[in-house]
Structure formats: C-alpha cells, structure tokens
C-alpha cells in the first residue's frame, strides 16, 4: 500500500500547477488525490476550470465537504455562527475548509505516521506561509512550487501553455480564485472592486455586515461597514494582500 500525498486544489492556477508537479515526482511512489473544498460564494467559472484541470492531468478531483454544511454556502455559516469575521479568522473558512479537511481525513484514514503528506499551492512569494504552516500546523507539507522556484504569474503561463484559460475571476482583477466578497479581507481597494464588478455581491454583504453587526472593512485607520465605504476609497494594491483562503484557517487582514 503506497502513502499517500493529498493535494488540496483551490481552483487556483499554483494549485493546479502544484497538482501537476505532484502527479510527475511522486505518481509511482504514492497514491496522489486532488481535493477540493466547493464554495457557493465562488465564481461558476472555478467549476469549468477545475473541469479543464481534470481532463489535463487525467484525473478526478475529489470534494471535501462538511457534513453540517452540505451546501457549502459561506453565507449559511455566517448566519449560523452569527458572525463573518474576527480575531480568530472567518467561520466560514472554518467550517468549509478545515472541519471538511478534518471530515476527508477521517474518512480516508489519512495517517501521519504512515509518510502520508499534504500538499498546498504555495509559490516562491509565499515561502513563509509555508514556513508558517511547517511550524503551527502540519510537517508534512511538501513545497513543490518552491521548490521548483515558480511564482504566480509562472503558474498562470504555465495553464495557459496547457491551453487552459485561468477562472475567470482573475481577468476582473481579483488576486486569487477565493470566494467573492471574501470577508476575510478589510482593503478598501478590494472592496471597492467587488463594488464595481459585483454589486449584487457587495450589496448582500453590506445587509448582512449589518444584520451581524460586522464592519469588513478598515479605512482611515478605522473599521467600518461596508456601506460607509466611499466608493473612491483606496487603500493597498492587491498583489500585495495575502488572505487567500486556504484548507487551514489563517490569520485576518488587517
């Protein structure tokens, strides 16, 4: 019986990439699984590339869920939890990230003491998430983008080499295939992007901020709710924003 390597796919092209490298190094000395967390929130678009993704690296991607939470909606935790953010990060990532990672583990008996290993889309710029999660979180993280020395934008031309197009997210302007509306972010730049591209978006997370009395997003040095939020306002460029949201819950924006 092989060990096995979980590669937990995001929808993202490094994820995709990572599953590509993790297919070629180690595919006849480990079983590898390709997971995926379904979100709601998520653009539809996240569907048909992990479709594409599928078909080029011939293989099926499996889904993570929560079994409380069989929709998968971020709003359906928020409503449940009764909050979107806070010190401690979002319920929403949680819920539908680490319980339905936990719930995947258990099913599948996944044994760290067997030299099972995990792998996560982190590339050259994100060396110390890595680090990080080495530390707090889980050792057998392998780096196989880092270790390969690829950055984001490689990772895009790298999908777009296979000739599949990046969800389509991307092409608004987003940094990464997360959720739209991601609470996890407080940038006045990102919120006034989902304001411009998605307003539907923005406006259900302004009632609903409102209804749970959570103030998204920072501005002049304060947090307050997203329909305070002049829509000149900006704060951060996005490249330089890291709250993706990953199978592990991370720290909040701020």
């Not at 990464?176 to 992007?193: D, E, Q």
Request: glycine share 6%.
């Amino acid at each position: 019986m092989k060990p096995l390597i979980a590669v937990w796919f995001s929808c993202g092209v490094a994820s995709a990439v990572a599953a590509k490298l993790t297919i070629e190094q180690y595919g006849d000395t480990h079983e590898v699984r390709l997971i995926n967390n379904p979100v709601t929130e998520e653009d539809p678009d996240n569907l048909r590339f992990k479709r594409d993704v599928e078909a080029w690296l011939g293989v099926e991607i499996e889904s993570a869920i929560n079994p409380k939470y069989p929709d998968c909606s971020a709003e359906a935790v928020w409503r449940d939890r009764r909050f979107m953010n806070g010190i401690h990060g979002a319920p929403c990532t949680v819920e539908l990230k680490k319980h339905a990672r936990q719930a995947w583990e258990s099913l599948n008996l996944f044994n760290f003491a067997l030299d099972n290993k995990l792998v996560m889309g982190f590339t050259v710029e994100e060396r110390a998430r890595h680090e990080r999660f080495v530390l707090t979180e889980r050792p057998n993280l392998l780096p196989v983008l880092i270790d390969a020395g690829l950055t984001k934008a490689d990772c895009h031309s790298l999908v777009m080499a296979a000739g599949i197009h990046p969800p389509a997210i991307y092409a608004e302007g987003y940094p990464n295939a997360n959720c739209i509306g991601c609470v996890k972010a407080t940038s006045p730049t990102y919120w006034n992007l989902v304001r411009r591209t998605r307003p539907e978006v923005f406006a259900a997370r302004a009632t609903l901020s409102r209804e749970l009395g959570a103030r998204l997003v920072r501005y002049q040095g304060a947090r307050i709710f997203l329909d305070e939020l002049p829509a000149e306002a900006v704060g951060a460029p996005l490249k330089t924003m890291d709250f993706e949201c990953g199978i592990f819950c991370e720290e909040t924006v701020v």
